[in-house]
């Protein structure tokens, strides 16, 4: 796992990504979910390559529901992109670095 991925809760999940400067992707994952797992190395990779200009951040589905019902999470993995507090883009299912890549670009 990486260290440049971070993960946010219920309690933490504004302050770590609504009121954040910076873009931020969020992946709502599950620890039983395979497709999740396949998406994580990209996840690590994209933390690292976009450090210091947006973050990855991931929330664990069944640890922290509320945040999970306000954003209509149905399926995983779900991927939204944040910037100003507002959704940018939304990715359902698990997709490639690129893609998710083109996700936060356009919100740099």
Same mark, same amino acid.
């Given at each position: =796992?990486?260290?440049?991925v $971070?993960h946010?809760?219920? %309690? @933490? ?10 873009? !931020?992707l ?5 620890p ?5 797992? =396949?998406?994580a190395?990209? $996840?690590?990779?994209?933390? %690292? @390559?976009?450090?210091?200009?947006a973050k990855i951040?991931?929330?664990? !589905? ?5 945040t ?5 999470v ?5 991927l $939204? ?15 490639g ?12």
């Amino acid at each position: =796992m990486s260290d440049t991925v $971070l993960h946010a809760t219920d %309690a @933490d999940f504004d302050s770590q990504v609504l009121a954040s400067d910076q873009p !931020v992707l969020v992946d709502f994952w599950a620890p039983w979910c395979g497709p999740c797992k =396949m998406i994580a190395p990209a $996840l690590d990779q994209l933390a %690292a @390559d976009y450090a210091g200009k947006a973050k990855i951040v991931k929330v664990d !589905v069944d640890q922290n529901q509320q945040t999970a019902l306000k954003y209509h999470v149905r399926s995983i993995p779900m991927l $939204l992109l944040f910037k100003g507090g507002q959704v940018q883009a939304t990715q359902i299912g698990a997709v490639g670095k690129a893609q998710l890549a083109q996700m936060i670009d356009k919100a740099l």
